[in-house]
Structure formats: structure tokens, C-alpha cells
T-cell receptor, first 112, second 114 residues
Framework: DAKTTQPPSMDCAEGRAANLPCNHSTISGNEYVYWYRQIHSQGPQYIIHGLKNNETNEMASLIITEDRKSSTLILPHATLRDTAVYYCIADPGINYGQNFVFGPGTRLSVLP | DAGVIQSPRHEVTEMGQEVTLRCKPISGHNSLFWYRQTMMRGLELLIYFNNNVPIDDSGMPEDRFSAKMPNASFSTLKIQPSEPRDSAVYFC????????????FGQGTRLTVV
């Protein structure tokens, strides 16, 4: 799996967009970019994933650069409940399913 | 579906005792993963199964740890004998094999070995 690099922590004001960056400069052509988050005392929760194109779902948007070496997760209107650790993972997601390697992630604090 | 179900939610045991953690994956999922989370080491993949067969157990820390998946709806992670350094939150996750599917995690079992 490609190694990913994320800032250790970020703050965001409630109601504003939270933009969480991730670098994956060694990503392979068959590796997707996945985002998960972990709210305190809960198991990790899937957010979104993508390969080349930008993706959007009810939770967030994922912007992947054209060279695929970095991406940004966007929470359009952050709420206090979005306070969590966010993990960016590059993985093929094929064959036997995901055997994700989680890094330290970004601790996002949404402030009132 | 109720999601991935783990039991117990909390376990406190004495050093040297056997501990068994249980996991029921989401019905229809054919991949199952066991993770361990500590403050020092973060989330670590211990082992994963595909169609009830262990595929990669390279993350299992030592022989005291063993995992089984006797059928598609049940898996166990056993520690025998347990040690204080095994104290952690253990997560089970399941997913569908093939393609870019997501993994669903249980709520975890918080293990404390005293």
C-alpha cells in the first residue's frame, strides 16, 4: 500500500467547510484513495473513496489531483459531530477486500 | 442489518487468563478483519479472512494470539495467556470481496489485562 501523509491536527469553525489534505505521492495506478473517520470510542466509519475522478456523497466530497499524488476531503458544512480523527488510505481494494493500513490520521476539531 | 457485532464490549481479566473476543460480520460479507488499537501504535491489522480462510496473519503479534472463523457468520480472536501489554481496543470489520467496496467496523471490545 502507498504511504499517505496527513497533518496531525486541524481546527475548523462550525458551519464552515473543513478541508483535510492528504499526500500520497507514491500511489500506484490501481490504488484507490479511501477516507475513514473515527469518532471517539467508536469504530472507524467509511466516508468516501475515489480513483481518479472527484467524488461526492451525502457526507463529503473528495478532490483528487490530476497526478493523483494528493487529495482533499471536504466536509462542506462542518458540525460539532464531525470532530474525529480522519484517516486517508491508499489501497487497491481488490482481491480479498480491504486490509487497510491506518496511519495516525488528522485529528479534526470543529469549534463552536 | 445490525452491522458488525462484537462481544463483549468490555473485558477485564487477570494476567495469564485466556480471553476470547467474538465477532459477527454483516450477513453476506465474505472478508473479515481483526484490528487492534492502542495509543502508542494506533490501528494495527492483526489478521484477515476471506471466505472463512485466514489469508494474512502477519500482524498477529505472537503465538499467544489466535483467530478462527468456523463459518461465515462468526469469528473469534483468542489470547492465551493474556498479558497487560495486550490491553487495547480490538475491532472487527467486514466487507465484500472484490472491487472498491467499503469495510464496516464494529464498536470494538475494550480489553484490560491487570
Amino acid at each position: 500500500d502507498a504511504k499517505t501523509t496527513q497533518p496531525p491536527s486541524m481546527d475548523c469553525a462550525e458551519g464552515r467547510a473543513a478541508n483535510l489534505p492528504c499526500n500520497h505521492s507514491t500511489i500506484s495506478g490501481n490504488e484507490y484513495v479511501y477516507w475513514y473517520r473515527q469518532i471517539h470510542s467508536q469504530g472507524p466509519q467509511y466516508i468516501i473513496h475515489g480513483l481518479k475522478n472527484n467524488e461526492t456523497n451525502e457526507m463529503a466530497s473528495l478532490i483528487i489531483t490530476e497526478d493523483r499524488k494528493s487529495s482533499t476531503l471536504i466536509l462542506p458544512h462542518a458540525t460539532l459531530r464531525d470532530t474525529a480523527v480522519y484517516y486517508c488510505i491508499a489501497d487497491p481494494g481488490i482481491n480479498y477486500g480491504q486490509n487497510f493500513v491506518f496511519g495516525p490520521g488528522t485529528r479534526l476539531s470543529v469549534l463552536p | 442489518d445490525a452491522g458488525v457485532i462484537q462481544s463483549p464490549r468490555h473485558e477485564v481479566t487477570e494476567m495469564g487468563q485466556e480471553v476470547t473476543l467474538r465477532c459477527k460480520p454483516i450477513s453476506g460479507h465474505n472478508s473479515l478483519f481483526w484490528y487492534r488499537q492502542t495509543m502508542m501504535r494506533g490501528l494495527e491489522l492483526l489478521i484477515y479472512f476471506n471466505n472463512n480462510v485466514p489469508i494474512d496473519d502477519s500482524g498477529m503479534p505472537e503465538d499467544r494470539f489466535s483467530a478462527k472463523m468456523p463459518n461465515a457468520s462468526f469469528s473469534t480472536l483468542k489470547i492465551q495467556p493474556s498479558e497487560p501489554r495486550d490491553s487495547a481496543v480490538y475491532f472487527c470489520a467486514s466487507s465484500l470481496t472484490g472491487g472498491n467496496t467499503e469495510a464496516f467496523f464494529g464498536q470494538g471490545t475494550r480489553l484490560t489485562v491487570v
